[in-house]
């Protein structure tokens, strides 16, 4: 929309239209502290290790931090964890950064340089949006899993360049066609960055991701794995070369300039990767109730959906207000579904983001389906 000058007068006045407009569109956000009576299908606790006690999982430590990692920061449990996360995710080398957020907005702020461009996929995270903003590279959006589109616009491209994918999509749930994109990018000389934030935990033999799961490490230039969704607890850490954590130290202003981790977060951290490392039934189980959930859902339902085999189930409800409403009708009926609305999403692909754990019993999952089913079965 293009406003007249004198709508412009003040800072305070253009936030103010901006959040008119936001209200008006029904999309405006709030605060809401979170029902915690309701049956959960929201949050990204998948296997329920947010639940657990912090005595079941780890001992007590400090929970101060003394300065950034470049000054006083850095202890020898940081090293220690990170040669840990290394072997873990079969890497070269590891970076702990305080969050997903923060990880890539420190990737990618750094690494997109004048003489660089990326190429990133249109469905990616906001934090990779926001990192490529701060760079001052050359980056261009291609159209979501289309490696096609994707090869055009490499195929014009001169100097460095790289490639960002998450491995699960957060909204639709589904896969990147990873070794398609793994030959494009050796194809057209392009470095491979996956963030594996919904992926961690859930894939591979000791819930490394889906990387991993595919034998693609030695293929992926670089990979974020954050902690605060299947692992249940926080921060996260960039893998890859040994080369690619030195620069971080040396670039990544999201690093440098923030204060450590305490030590008492990365033992809760080491701790979750040696409880998911040797929790394959409840990665069994996820699967299980995925697909118990997918068996469940009318024809009609099913039609509605972005095909998705991860924990993220996605019913498409277009329109802020259509949303909204479903979700009134399911809260209403004591479950925890919340509905994700544009901008967040792109107008007229407003969903229910339904989140699946081993901790929701098949019991529950087929109550929520039920409701669903008998609530699309009444729409246009």
Partial sequence: MNRAKSDLNSLPELLAQL?????????????????????????????????????????????????????????????????????????????????????????????????????????????????????????????????????????????PSAIVVESIYSMDGDQAPLFELVELAEKYQAQLIVDEAHSSGIYGQMGQGLVTELELTAKVWARVHTFGKALGTHGAVVVGSQMLKDFLVNYSRAFIYTTALPVGTLQTIRQAHLYIARAVNLRTDLTQKIAFFKELRSAKLQSMMTKSASPIQAVILPGNTAVKKCAGFLQERGFFVYPILSPTVSEGSERLRISLHTYNTNQEISALVDALNSYVACSN
């Fill in 19 to 159: 959040l008119a407009e936001r209200e008006a569109s029904g999309g405006l956000r709030t605060l809401n502290p979170c029902q915690r009576n309701l049956i959960d299908f929201a949050s990204n606790d998948y296997l329920g290790l947010a639940r657990e006690k912090e005595s079941e999982r780890s001992d007590r430590h400090a929970s101060g931090s003394t300065g950034s990692r470049l000054i006083s920061g850095t202890t020898v449990a940081h090293l220690e964890l990170e040669s840990y996360l290394a072997d873990f995710y079969q890497a070269e080398a590891a970076l702990i950064f305080n969050s997903g957020y923060n990880a890539n907005l420190g990737v990618f702020s750094a690494i997109a340089r004048r003489e660089v461009t990326i190429f990133y996929d249109q469905l990616v995270h906001a934090s990779i949006r926001d990192g490529l903003r701060l760079g001052m590279g050359k980056n261009y959006c291609f159209k979501h899993n289309d490696t096609i589109d994707l090869a055009e616009k490499l195929s014009r491209c001169e100097g």
